[in-house]
């Protein structure tokens, strides 16, 4: 190899010549070393969710005998605070488990 | 109709799409696997473990990729870091990277002199073989090389003209299958 410009010229031919390298499973393994995917993005998990409770709701509110319940019920409720701090803390807990449920990918 | 590398990224960021990041890879493992082949003397095994790493730290940086450079600088980015990277771990445990390059089927002329430029480049340092394949074999920009590596471009220049110097001596009478 002689010459000033020899080098860039082997480089030309190198270039000219890469062969392509076929994958050969080399794609499927990287993917399989990536954390798992979400089947549907979490948008569209959240829209399902919503229509599906809205849906349970409205069959709910159709078969529930509301007045029936309504009507056996005390007309005068007595809540103290111990009935308002424990209808606090069970909130707090069922949304605190919602939120890690979605965050750790358990829904 | 192929999808645009931008929206690719996009599905990968937003919804996480295993396909869409498929996609990159499938484009791009090729260009990639054969300049860290060439960037490790021809080690196969080496450069397509350095090639996963690369895609696998990717999809995880990918939400800070900003698309202001070409999403093949960036990945090139990543894989110059890993290779400085294993590099550096192979020579603190003191375990030899220089390996006989695995031999394969191809051994036309073409294929030799892919193989003897390998070789020769592994005697180079590591950002002098960088600079120069960058430079020469995917002819990109000094300035282009100089975001991939990090570095002022003088150094890259610097880089490319002594890599070029060094390589011509190791190349002096060479005929396509003998190494230098």
């Known amino acids: 190899m002689n010459g000033r410009d020899s080098i860039d010229q082997l480089f030309a031919t190198s270039r000219e010549f890469e062969p392509y390298i076929s994958d050969e499973g080399f794609t499927a393994g990287v993917m399989a070393r990536l954390p ?23 069959v709910a509110l159709y078969f529930f005998p509301a007045g029936q319940l309504l009507s056996s019920l005390p007309s005068s409720f007595v809540i103290s605070p111990l009935t308002i701090g424990g209808l606090s803390a069970l909130i707090a807990l069922m949304a605190g488990s919602t939120c890690w449920a979605v965050e750790t990918n358990r829904i | 109709m192929d999808i645009d590398d931008i929206t690719l990224i996009r599905r990968v960021v937003t919804e996480k799409s295993h396909r869409a990041f498929a996609e990159l890879v499938k484009r791009y493992q090729s260009q990639l696997r054969y300049s860290l082949r060439q960037l490790t003397g021809w080690n196969e095994a080496l450069a397509d473990d350095l090639a996963q790493e690369t895609f696998i730290k990717a999809y995880q940086a990918l939400p800070g990729f900003k698309g202001d450079a070409k999403f093949s600088s960036w990945l090139y980015r990543i894989a110059y870091n890993q290779m400085v990277s294993h590099f550096r771990k192979a020579s603190n445990r003191e375990v030899s990277t220089d390996q006989e390059p695995v031999e394969t089927v191809q051994q036309d002329d073409h294929g030799a002199l892919q193989r003897d430029l390998a070789r020769a480049m592994k005697q180079l340092p590591e950002a002098q073989r960088m600079a120069l394949h960058l430079y020469l074999h995917r002819e990109c920009s000094h300035q282009e090389i100089s975001d991939i590596m990090n570095i002022p471009l003088g150094t890259v220049k610097t880089h490319i003209a002594r890599g070029k110097d060094q390589l011509r001596q190791l190349l002096a009478g060479w005929q396509p299958g003998e190494t230098a």
């Open chain 1, 36 to 58: 798992a995917a979400r089947l549907i993005p979490f948008w569209k998990e959240c829209l399902i969710t919503l229509a599906f409770t809205l849906v349970g709701c409205l």
